[in-house]
């Protein structure tokens, strides 16, 4: 089985530098870790009946934390990064490997706007939420939001030094892109109804411009991290909705596309990840348009991964095992799977066997 090998003990990497110094770090294989990892977003700090567990110490391979860009920068000259100096130890402690992601969007802090000069803008107005597009409105034309670009790169450059300068650097499973327009800026899709979309004009330009934002976006983490694994999620915003709100993978393609090939041309690691992992009808329907974009993308990338759905085991997804064998069926490297299933006594019992499994 090539992919969702269990890693077990401390793997080291050996940096073959003929003329580096005592202190120099390791260098990088630029390869994900393979495996079932926890995601959360509590920085490791996930409680049960009154007390903590470790998500390291559940049957995973390692952990994908989600902090937002308000925690890491609430204030311009204010920069911190939660829990990522103990969850670094805990890896190492555990022979495991950690993940670590900043979200923007709608968790993109006020002083953005105002540093960019831009406006921040109502999307969504069921949930009352908004954030930035990747347009401007400047003369009763739309142009690229590239303002808001040049404060992100900052944030992304300053993010990755943090990283690089990490003497635990190689515990790094995958850095996710982040800072598309529209939702918490991880995933590729418009999750909005059909009222706020059409509010949008959302025509073939703005189209356009979506994909031009979104692909710089990519430049930027390609530009910061070339030599860890940039994961590009997109999710399951796709055919018609009760309002008549239809929407096709157009804007995905041509991104997973770019991503794809950018890395590729640079020596780098892009891996497309679906976010609808248990999903009846989408993961084990091979000819489902979602499924045929990740195959493709996947197996031009070599890598890809799949996400489950936050609180699998209480929604009417497919049985956890399931999901690990389609996982494992589709050679996909690495699959996350939200704390909630990690933690579930019935999942832990799922996720032990399928390790002795692998062990055998």
């Given at each position: 089985?090539?992919?969702?090998?269990?890693?077990?003990?401390?793997?080291?990497?050996?940096?073959?530098?003929?003329?580096?110094?005592?202190?120099?770090?390791?260098?990088?294989?630029?390869?994900?870790?393979?495996?079932?990892?926890?995601?959360?977003?509590?920085?490791?700090?996930?409680?049960?009946?009154?007390?903590?567990?470790?998500?390291?110490?559940?049957?995973?391979?390692?952990?994908?934390?989600?902090?937002?860009?308000?925690?890491?920068?609430?204030?311009?000259?204010?920069?911190?990064?939660?829990?990522?100096?103990?969850?670094?130890?805990?890896?190492?402690?555990?022979?495991?490997?950690?993940?670590?992601?900043?979200?923007?969007?709608?968790?993109?802090?006020?002083?953005?706007?105002?540093?960019?000069?831009?406006?921040?803008?109502?999307?969504?107005?069921?949930?009352?939420?908004?954030?930035?597009?990747?347009?401007?409105?400047?003369?009763?034309?739309?142009?690229?939001?590239?303002?808001?670009?040049?404060?992100?790169?900052?944030?992304?450059?300053?993010?990755?030094?943090?990283?690089?300068?990490?003497?635990?650097?190689?515990?790094?499973?995958?850095?996710?892109?982040?800072?598309?327009?529209?939702?918490?800026?991880?995933?590729?899709?418009?999750?909005?109804?059909?009222?706020?979309?059409?509010?949008?004009?959302?025509?073939?330009?703005?189209?356009?411009?979506?994909?031009?934002?979104?692909?710089?976006?990519?430049?930027?983490?390609?530009?910061?991290?070339?030599?860890?694994?940039?994961?590009?999620?997109?999710?399951?915003?796709?055919?018609?909705?009760?309002?008549?709100n239809r929407r096709d993978l157009t804007e995905s393609t041509a991104i997973l596309g770019y991503a794809?090939?950018?890395?590729?041309?640079?020596?780098?690691?892009?891996v497309p990840m679906g976010l609808w992992l248990g999903w009846d009808g989408i993961c084990n329907n091979?000819?489902?348009?979602?499924?045929?974009?990740?195959?493709?993308?996947?197996?031009?990338?070599?890598?890809?991964?799949?996400?489950?759905?936050?609180?699998?085991?209480?929604?009417?997804?497919?049985?956890?095992?399931?999901?690990?064998?389609?996982?494992?069926?589709?050679?996909?490297?690495?699959?996350?799977?939200?704390?909630?299933?990690?933690?579930?006594?019935?999942?832990?019992?799922?996720?032990?066997?399928?390790?002795?499994?692998?062990?055998?």
């Open positions: 089985m090539k992919h969702l090998t269990i890693l077990t003990g401390v793997i080291m990497l050996i940096a073959a530098v003929s003329n580096g110094t005592a202190g120099e770090l390791p260098a990088l294989d630029g390869k994900p870790k393979p495996g079932i990892y926890a995601l959360t977003n509590t920085c490791n700090w996930v409680q049960k009946d009154g007390k903590r567990i470790n998500l390291f110490e559940t049957p995973v391979d390692g952990v994908t934390n989600y902090v937002t860009w308000r925690m890491v920068r609430p204030a311009e000259e204010s920069v911190r990064y939660p829990g990522l100096d103990r969850m670094m130890r805990e890896a190492v402690d555990s022979g495991k490997f950690l993940s670590y992601g900043i979200l923007a969007g709608i968790h993109t802090p006020d002083w953005v706007y105002e540093k960019a000069g831009i406006p921040r803008v109502v999307y969504d107005t069921v949930q009352n939420r908004g954030g930035y597009l990747p347009w401007l409105e400047t003369g009763g034309r739309r142009v690229l939001n590239t303002p808001f670009l040049e404060v992100w790169e900052q944030t992304v450059k300053e993010f990755s030094e943090r990283l690089h300068a990490d003497p635990n650097r190689d515990r790094i499973n995958y850095v996710p892109v982040t800072g598309f327009p529209f939702g918490n800026g991880l995933e590729l899709y418009i999750p909005l109804g059909k009222k706020d979309f059409d509010a949008l004009k959302y025509d073939r330009p703005s189209q356009k411009l979506y994909i031009e934002f979104c692909c710089r976006v990519i430049d930027i983490f390609l530009r910061h991290f070339p030599d860890m694994p940039l994961g590009i999620a997109y999710t399951d915003w796709f055919g018609a909705d009760a309002e008549g794809v090939a950018q890395a590729k041309k640079n020596g780098a690691v892009v091979p000819d489902h348009p979602m499924m045929r974009l990740f195959a493709k993308s996947a197996r031009t990338a070599g890598f890809g991964a799949w996400e489950g759905q936050m609180g699998s085991c209480e929604r009417k997804c497919l049985p956890l095992a399931e999901q690990i064998e389609l996982a494992r069926r589709n050679r996909v490297d690495w699959v996350q799977f939200w704390h909630h299933d990690c933690i579930c006594t019935e999942c832990v019992k799922t996720l032990g066997a399928y390790r002795k499994a692998v062990a055998r």
